[in-house]
Structures are given as structure tokens and as C-alpha cells.
Nanobody, 125 residues
Framework: QVQLVESGGGLVQAGGSLRLSCAAS????????TGWFRQAPGKEREFVAA????????NYADSVKGRFTMSRDNAKITVYLQMNSLKPEDTAVYYC??????????????????WGQGTQVTVSS
């Protein structure tokens, strides 16, 4: 059974860094698109970043471009989101997702078949 589990969230000061992890069971990321989304209180879920590992394509939202970077481990069972220069507006629950599409360069939710439970990121001033 496919399962995705996020970890690494927490409280950090503005300008600091966090590294989120998405651990997979039942799949490897060599054949899947992986995406990150976030949802702040009272806001809709928004796209953060995505990588199509098979094709080597990447896509980052303008709000995080140059600050956030996706990567994966050598075994291709864990995906990471390195978040630098964090801002209070980055505060949200962050979700990882996996699928076999590349709709809207990974920004559309129809890309994804599997979702994690989310991890809280809080950035203080």
C-alpha cells in the first residue's frame, strides 16, 4: 500500500531554514512526480514546488523561487524540501504528494494520486 509521511516541520525565526522530508512506502520516486503544497489558515491550498524525476523537470512557485529546493536521497524513497530565508507568510501546513502526471508543470492537483498527512511550519517575526 502506498503511503507518504511528511516530517521536519516546526517553529523557526524569520530568515531561518527548515528541511522537510517526505518518506515513501510502496513506491520509489524514480517513476513518480513529487509535489509540495501548503495551506495557511483561512486560505486555499497552494502549489509550492514539483519535480518530475523521470524527465528531470522542475517547477517552483514564484513566491518560493530561489529560496526553496527539492531533492531526493540515493535510494529514491525520500524527497526533501529545503526551505531557506523563511518568511512569516510561509507559515502553513505543508503536504507532499506523488503521481504519474505533469499537469500544469506539476502545479495542478490532478497530477497526484497520493498525499501525505501534512506537517506544520511556523515562521515567527
Amino acid at each position: 500500500q502506498v503511503q507518504l509521511v511528511e516530517s521536519g516541520g516546526g517553529l523557526v525565526q524569520a530568515g531561518g531554514s527548515l528541511r522537510l522530508s517526505c518518506a515513501a512506502s510502496g513506491l520509489t520516486f524514480d517513476s513518480y512526480t513529487t509535489g509540495w503544497f501548503r495551506q495557511a489558515p483561512g486560505k486555499e491550498r497552494e502549489f509550492v514546488a514539483a519535480v518530475n524525476w523521470s524527465g528531470g523537470n522542475t517547477n517552483y512557485a514564484d513566491s518560493v523561487k530561489g529560496r526553496f529546493t527539492m531533492s531526493r536521497d540515493n535510494a529514491k524513497i525520500t524527497v526533501y524540501l529545503q526551505m531557506n530565508s523563511l518568511k512569516p507568510e510561509d507559515t502553513a501546513v505543508y503536504y507532499c504528494a506523488a503521481g504519474r502526471g505533469w499537469y500544469g508543470l506539476g502545479s495542478m492537483t490532478r497530477t497526484y494520486d497520493y498525499w501525505g498527512q501534512g506537517t506544520q511550519v511556523t515562521v515567527s517575526s
